[in-house]
C-alpha cells in the first residue's frame, strides 16, 4: 500500500477525480454547513457557539493586523481560510477509513503555489509595479537570490507539510503492523497535536510571506527616507 | 510521489470556491456583528460620555443654582430678620407705650381708691366723731341747754327775714292740723307761753298748738308748721354738721 499514490475514484469526463479532491469536497462541505448553520443567528449578545467563533475569528484578524496592518482585511480570509481548512484537512486523518488530503503532494502543492501566487498578488496590489523593486534591492545582483528564495520557500511550505502528514501517517502504519492494537491512542494524540501544529505552520509562513510582501515596499521607503 | 495535475488544479479551485464562501459565510457576518458591536458599545461609550458630560455640567449647574439660592435665602434671611427687627422695634414701641398708659391709669385708679378710701375714712371718722359728739351732748343736755336753745330761737325768730315769714304766715293760714312743738324735755308752762307768743307774733295768728317730746332731739326744739320745720335741737346741728362735713369731704 503507497499512501502517497493518487487514489482516482471516479472521472467527470476527462477530470480523474481522486480521493483528496473528495475528502476535500466533504471538509469544504462540513466547514460552510457549519459555518452557515452557525453564523445564521449572530446577535450583539452572543451565545457560547458564537463566543467560540469570534474567538477564533478574532485571532485570526489579530494575526493578520500584526503581520499586515495595511493589507489586514483584504488579506484576513485567505490566510484564514488556510488555518480552518488545513486544520479540518490534517484533523480528517484521525477518523477511520479517511485519509487527510495534505498527505498528497498535489494538494499541499497547490496550497504552496496559492500562497506563492497570493504574496504577488498582494504586493503588486498595495504597491503596484513598485513592488518589484524589492527583488533588485539592495543590489540588482541579488535579483537570482531572491528568485531561488521564492521558488524554494514555495516548494518547502509544499514539502513541509506534504511530508510532515506523509510520514505521520506513514510511521502510524508502522506502528499500527508492529505493535497492533496497543498504542493507537498515543498516535492518535500524536495526530491531532501534529495536525494543529503543520497547519499553524503553514499558515503563519503565509502570513509572514504575504505580510513581508506588502510591508516590503514601505519598509524600502522608510529606509530611503532615513537616508535621505 | 508524483504531483497529479488534476488533483492540483481542482484542489487550487477548491481552495479559492473555500475562500469565497468562508468570507461569505464566516469571516464577514462573524466581522460585521463584531463590528456593530464595537459600534454599539462606542456608542453607549460616547452616550455615556456625553452623559457624564452632561451630567457634570448639570452639576455645576446645580452647584450655581444652589449657591444663587443660598445667597438668595441668605439675603431674603437678613431682609426678615430686618423686618423682624424693625417690627418688634414698633410693638416694644407699642407696648412701652400701652404700658405707661395703663400705669398712667393704674395710677389714676390708685389715686382716685386712695381718695376714695381717704372720703370713706373721713366719712367713717365724721361718723365716728357725730356719734360721738351726740352721745357727748346727750350726757351733757340738761333742762338748762334746752332752754338757752329756747332763747336762741326765739330770739333768731324775730330776726327771721321777710321772705321766710311770709312763707311760714302762708303755710299757717293752710293748716289743718295744730302746730306741733317737739322738745327733748317737756317745757314748763312758761316756756310753752314764750313759745306761744313768739310763734303767733311770727305767724300773725293764733293756731292751735300741740306740745311733745321726742329724746332723739338730744336737746333743743323742733317746731313743725305744716310742711315747714323750724329746728333749734342739738340733734339736727349734729345732722348739719355732719352733712356739711361729709360734703367737703
Given amino acids: 500500500m503507497d499512501i502517497t499514490e493518487t487514489t482516482v475514484l471516479f472521472h467527470i469526463g476527462p477530470l480523474a477525480i481522486s480521493q483528496a479532491v473528495v475528502t476535500t ?21 452572543p451565545g457560547p457557539l458564537q ?102 520557500r514555495t516548494a518547502a511550505l509544499a514539502v513541509r507539510l506534504f511530508g510532515n502528514m506523509m510520514s505521520l501517517e506513514l510511521a502510524a502504519l508502522i506502528i499500527l503492523f508492529v505493535a497492533g492494537l496497543l498504542v493507537p491512542i498515543p498516535i492518535l494524540m500524536l495526530h ?32 530611503e527616507q532615513q537616508k535621505e | 510521489m508524483n504531483l497529479d495535475w488534476t488533483t492540483y488544479s481542482l484542489e487550487i479551485i477548491n481552495f479559492l470556491i473555500l475562500v469565497w464562501l468562508l468570507h461569505r459565510f464566516l469571516y464577514k457576518p462573524v ?77 389714676v385708679l390708685e389715686q382716685r381708691q386712695r381718695d376714695e378710701l381717704q372720703q370713706h375714712i373721713e366719712r367713717v371718722a365724721i361718723g365716728h366723731a357725730a356719734r360721738f359728739a351726740s352721745r357727748l351732748l346727750s350726757r351733757v343736755a340738761s333742762p338748762e341747754l334746752e332752754a338757752r336753745l329756747l332763747d336762741m330761737l326765739i330770739t333768731d325768730l324775730s330776726s327771721l327775714p321777710q321772705e321766710q315769714r311770709s312763707a311760714l304766715a302762708q303755710a299757717a293760714g293752710e293748716l289743718a292740723t295744730p302746730v306741733r312743738v317737739l322738745t327733748a324735755h317737756t317745757l314748763t308752762e312758761a316756756q310753752q307761753e314764750r313759745v306761744t307768743q313768739a310763734l303767733n307774733e311770727l305767724l300773725g295768728t293764733s293756731p292751735h298748738y300741740e306740745f311733745n317730746t321726742d329724746y332723739q332731739l338730744i336737746a333743743g326744739v323742733r317746731i313743725q308748721v305744716g310742711a315747714r320745720l323750724i329746728q333749734a335741737n342739738v340733734n339736727e346741728e349734729l345732722r348739719l354738721f355732719q352733712e356739711a362735713a361729709q360734703h367737703d369731704a
Fill in chain 2, 31 to 107: 466581522l460585521d456583528v463584531m463590528e456593530r458591536r464595537r459600534s454599539a458599545v462606542e456608542q453607549n461609550l460616547a452616550e455615556a460620555q456625553a452623559k457624564r458630560t452632561q451630567a457634570d455640567q448639570l452639576k455645576v449647574q446645580y452647584e450655581n443654582r444652589l449657591q444663587e439660592w443660598n445667597k438668595e435665602k441668605e439675603q431674603a434671611r437678613n431682609q426678615l430678620q430686618g423686618e423682624i427687627e424693625t417690627e418688634r422695634k414698633q410693638r416694644m414701641r407699642a407696648l412701652e407705650s400701652a404700658l405707661k398708659e395703663e400705669q398712667n391709669k393704674r395710677a
Fill in chain 1, 192 to 223: 491531532i497535536v501534529e495536525a494543529l501544529v503543520q497547519a499553524y505552520i503553514f499558515g503563519m509562513l503565509a502570513l509572514i510571506y504575504i505580510g513581508g510582501a506588502v510591508q516590503a515596499h514601505t519598509v524600502a521607503r522608510e529606509n
Fill in chain 1, 25 to 45: 469536497w466533504g471538509v469544504m462541505v462540513v466547514l460552510l454547513a457549519f459555518c452557515a448553520m452557525t453564523t445564521r443567528h449572530l446577535a450583539l449578545r
Fill in chain 1, 51 to 152: 463566543n467560540l467563533l469570534e474567538a477564533v475569528v478574532g485571532a485570526i484578524e489579530q494575526a493578520v493586523q500584526a503581520a499586515a496592518p495595511s493589507q489586514a482585511r483584504r488579506i484576513m480570509p485567505f490566510i484564514g481560510t488556510l488555518w480552518l481548512f488545513l486544520l479540518a484537512a490534517n484533523l480528517i486523518g484521525v477518523v477511520p477509513g479517511l485519509t487527510a488530503p495534505t498527505t498528497q503532494l498535489s494538494v499541499t502543492a497547490a496550497l504552496a503555489s496559492l500562497v506563492f501566487v497570493s504574496v504577488h498578488w498582494f504586493g503588486l496590489r498595495d504597491h503596484g509595479w513598485r513592488y518589484l523593486r524589492h527583488y533588485v534591492s539592495p543590489s540588482p545582483l541579488f535579483l537570482p537570490f531572491h528568485l531561488i528564495s521564492e521558488i524554494t
